[in-house]
């Protein structure tokens, strides 16, 4: 949108909130869900002292949170949705949010912008206009999550009523909580989505079997009391890439073996439940490399091979929701682990459901009352049903990740890349579109699609990245090479970044002024009359960088960039 007003078309995330069960708890500590990387407590902080109680159940309602406890998902959208309302209040002069339901469906470039089409298009509450509106913009940033998935064996069922497509809409919800306590119910996967259904059923007092189905049979791990985020500096994997692809797999268990042992060695500190994560977090910083050497064929095959395996040893759960269900699996057998894929699902009389599941050569026949669909996203975007992302790849101005086949192609600040390579320059994307740009840029592997480090990440990036093309304040063009500071700036360099990085930290209109005329004083005492718009970008694009450093957890960068420290401290909102 222009850079005097900013608009948004998102779905009603308040409405889909307010279905969430309250049993439904974050699958990490609530001290790891803050929207701000750098400012780590900031979601405990609201949830203790400023989130209004008045509408919470009666377990959540005098509860504290600490940092390694669990915390409703369902608190999420009003956390952010305040926090985004702060955020407009203290935007700059001229800025306006305007906030819109409709569903975008084709993107089409201008001389100077894009064009959004939106369907169904209503503004601050009003009913939706009849057909299509056009939206024009200077950039649009795609944040469309994830995508999903519709599997060929279901297209039989989709409409039946006793199959739920998509279990975290209020519909969905609430057909789980009205079953009879004896039905007996299906669920397609046996990862957290599963987990969620599975312990709203027995928290609800649910009697009857509870099957949960997968080809890998694996199921989360559960996070020790106290458990608190770390990043370990562990040796990278050894691989030689030349002895063959046939030896790709071998070579990558040995070397998981080894690192896991490392750990278990040198850091006895680290609880058993989470090394396996402290491996995949450590071995972010060394695949990037290791994975520019291995073709895009073999690389798939890994990931087909281990993905599921990975985002369950990259990400655990919080034991409020994995003790129940398990305590139901393996003391009681009310809950069964079918190891194999679902086939074929087709009804049967009393609007109950068959589900042939197989394994090797072997098929068996389960039958339920209810199936709960978790089979997952979508990370083929040439086989997305959303179609604005049909259109994006139709048009060309998207292209599907050549090497992974998992998202689309982007460049460093997450700009699409067209079909021939080039960047339009004036469409991004943040969230699961990029994951195969994070796989080989950034060797992040497993849970991607509910990463929300690497989103809050992207949000970072991208937003610095068009503020710096659409702003006069800053030079578009590539920032100076290194070689180019004058020995005065060069020893100025890292006093400078902390300024544009307490600038950009800072949550009030007041403290950003300050900080940046602080900023353009220092720079001028160094550059004189030259134009310094060149060196604001280079200074930006340091800033964000420290912003986004991912080798720390985020209370350590927060130390490490002395943001407890800032000149402008009260900075936030009274408690």
Avoid at 286 to 315: C, F, M, N, W
Avoid at 402 to 420: H, N, P, Q
């Amino acid at each position: 949108m222009s850079t005097s007003s900013c608009s948004s078309v998102r779905w009603n995330i308040d409405t889909l909130a307010s279905h969430n069960p309250w049993s439904h708890v974050f699958n990490i500590q609530a001290g790891r869900m803050s929207a701000f990387r750098e400012d780590v407590d900031d979601f405990l902080n609201w949830a203790n002292h400023e989130a209004d109680r008045s509408a919470w159940s009666m377990e959540w309602r005098d509860v504290e949170f600490f940092e390694s406890d669990p915390a409703p998902r369902r608190l999420y959208a009003d956390y952010l949705g305040q926090r985004l309302r702060e955020a407009a209040a203290e935007a700059c002069d001229g800025v306006v949010l305007r906030e819109a339901n409709g569903e975008m469906v084709d993107l089409v470039p201008s001389a100077d912008g894009v064009t959004a089409v939106i369907e169904n298009l209503s503004w601050s509450g009003n009913e939706p206009g009849p057909g299509s509106a056009a939206l024009d913009a200077d950039h649009v940033i795609l944040a469309t999550g994830p995508e999903l998935r519709h599997p060929r064996y279901a297209a039989a069922v989709l409409d039946h009523p006793s199959y739920i497509r998509l279990p975290y809409t209020g519909d969905g919800v609430e057909r789980v909580r009205s079953l009879p306590p004896q039905a007996v119910v299906a669920i397609i996967g046996t990862m957290l989505s599963a987990y969620d259904f599975a312990s709203l059923l027995l928290r609800q007092g649910h009697v009857g079997t509870i099957y949960m189905i997968s080809p890998s049979s694996r199921t989360p791990g559960t996070y020790p009391p106290d458990h608190q985020h770390g990043v370990l500096d562990i040796p990278p994997p050894l691989i030689d890439v030349e002895r063959g692809s046939a030896t790709l797999a071998g070579q990558l268990e040995a070397e998981w073996l080894r690192a896991c042992l490392f750990v278990v060695r040198q850091h006895p500190e680290v609880h058993p439940a989470v090394i396996a994560e402290r491996v995949a977090k450590s071995w972010e910083a060394h695949l990037p490399e290791l994975i520019q050497k291995i073709s895009g064929e073999d690389l798939r095959t890994l990931l087909e091979k281990y993905g599921s395996r990975i985002a369950t040893l990259r990400v655990s759960a919080m034991s409020y929701t994995t003790d129940l269900v398990d305590s139901a699996y393996r003391m009681s057998g009310q809950v069964q682990i079918i190891t194999g894929r679902v086939t074929d699902l087709s009804p049967l009389e009393q609007d109950r459901l068959s589900l042939t599941v197989s394994v090797g050569g072997s098929h068996r026949t389960v039958e339920a009352d209810l199936v709960i669909s978790n089979f997952g996203r979508e990370f083929d975007y040439t086989e997305v049903t959303s179609r604005l992302w049909q259109r994006l790849l139709v048009s060309g101005l998207a292209v599907p990740h050549r090497k992974t086949r998992r998202g689309v192609e982007v460049d460093g600040f997450g700009t699409l890349l067209m079909a021939d390579g080039r960047k339009f320059g004036a469409i991004s994307a943040v969230g699961a579109p990029r994951e195969g740009d994070e796989i080989v840029r950034h060797g992040r592997i497993g849970a991607f699609g509910f990463n929300l480090a690497t989103i809050k990440n992207h949000s970072v990036s991208v937003a610095a990245d068009v503020l710096r093309n659409l702003e006069s304040r800053y030079d578009s063009r590539e920032p100076c090479p290194d070689s180019t500071p004058t020995p005065p700036l060069s020893s100025a360099w890292a006093q400078l970044v902390s300024l544009e990085i307490q600038r950009l930290a800072a949550r009030r209109r007041q403290s950003r002024a300050e900080y940046q005329v602080q900023l353009d004083r220092k720079l001028r005492e160094f550059a004189g009359q030259a134009d310094i718009r060149t060196w604001l970008s280079a200074i930006n694009r340091a800033a964000v960088d420290c912003l986004t450093e991912v080798s720390v957890t985020p209370r350590e960068l927060r130390a490490q960039l002395m943001l407890d420290h800032q000149s402008a401290t009260p900075d936030r909102t009274p408690q």
